[in-house]
């Protein structure tokens, strides 16, 4: 099979075509003219019921240090640094069960 290059009747780029074609138009030029299929585009993004695009995957929140312990808030008592007490993960405000707390598990 016989081969010539012609150029784009657009662009003037040479494009290597059959011996019998009388006329070419090059790849960029058309996709130029004819954009870009639907299948190659990238999908619209899922919103969310507020109307905001979701998260990717794989996009996690960074976590800020508390200054406690893995596993405090399964503690009976834990009492953290500054001296406020939590038991179970909810801070006591009474004075009189935190002493009672402190005490036990001492």
Do not use: Q
């Not at 657009?10 to 870009?36: F, S």
């Amino acid at each position: 099979m016989a081969y010539k290059n012609l150029k784009c009747f657009n662009c003037r780029v040479a494009v290597r075509v059959d011996k019998e074609t009388k006329a070419v138009l090059c790849a960029d030029c058309t996709n130029r003219i004819a954009g870009v299929p639907e299948s190659l585009l990238p999908p619209a993004p899922k919103l969310t019921k507020s109307g905001k695009p979701r998260k990717k995957r794989g996009t996690a929140v960074k976590k800020v240090p508390s200054g406690k312990p893995r596993g405090w808030h399964f503690k009976i008592c834990y009492v953290h640094k500054d001296g406020t007490v939590w038991s179970r993960g909810e801070l006591v405000t009474d004075p009189k069960v935190a002493k009672k707390l402190k005490k036990e598990n001492a």
